[in-house]
């Protein structure tokens, strides 16, 4: 697999997540999570994969996200475009129902410039899959993690030249919350581990006292609910219900922050807030994923 992750003006090779000030080509292998260095977020050293692919197209899979029942998607003849950042940390990749057939992780932003500074490399990272690359399952996943600290969240954008941008926020997303608590510096999850957990979550099987048991969608149940917050288009002095996070570098404001929210029935606060615990009170890791039917139409030739 050949991938290509830009930051700033230099074009890298195997969309490694190379620090902006990388010069060159960084050529890095799809691993299993971390170890690559983003551009703009932390090192992790761990080798569990900070490079990352997504691929918007390939074959679908039966399951609860709109997928099909097992009929090849059509093949999309142009790369896909990824600017994605988190609060604080983020994995993704492309696979089936049942498992990860690539993933790459380990972004672990510290800082808030880490998150939203332009231009795109300081804060969120830019990537490009080539069209060869994009025939890899039915589900684009994404991973998240969060200190216990302030705010919480995950935005981006998944575009091909001529197609209908893919936003979070917008959608059929799906999020399980595993209960498994990685904080940044940690390297989060490997690719075993995340997949152990979609299982667990496609079996609904997981302690109701410390997660969502299995998949929840934005309407939720008593587990809790897939939350789509602020759009990408108003700043803030201080992070208040409804405003928690500044503009984040050329994503466009049709995007919207995504999360877990662990509160059946909110009527005050946020879940993209810290509510003040030492506790893992939000649940996380996330997995979030998106259903192939809702990966844009072909682009016209």
Known sequence: MRLHHVAGPVLLSFLALACSDSEGESKVGPGD?????????????TGNGAA????????VGAGDGGDGSGEEMPD?????????TADNAYGFGYGTK????????????????????????????QYVVPAEDANAGGY????????????QGVIAKFFREGAQPVYTGTG????????EDYDPGSGGPDRETIDEYIAKCNAAELDAETSSVGWVNANGNEHGRVVFGEDNGTTRDAPEP?????????????????WFDWVVDRRDGSAFLWPGSTENVTKDFLIFRLGADQIPSKPPK
Do not use: H
């Open 140 to 151: 684009l996943y994404i991973v998240g993690y969060a200190d216990k600290s302030t705010t």
């Open 242 to 258: 409804g405003n928690e996070f500044l503009i984040a570098c050329d994503i466009e404001p049709s995007a919207r922050w995504m």
């Open 98 to 125: 049942s498992r990860l057939e690539n993933y790459f992780g380990g972004v672990e932003n510290q800082e808030s410039s880490d998150i939203f500074d332009c231009p795109v490399g300081n804060g969120p990272e």
């Open 172 to 179: 059929n997303w799906e999020v399980c919350a595993t209960g």
């Open 52 to 59: 990352g692919a997504v691929s918007l197209g390939g074959r």
């Open 33 to 45: 999570g971390g170890g690559a260095m983003s551009s703009g977020g932390t090192t992790n050293g």
């Open 76 to 84: 999309l003849p142009s790369e896909v475009n990824v600017i994605i």
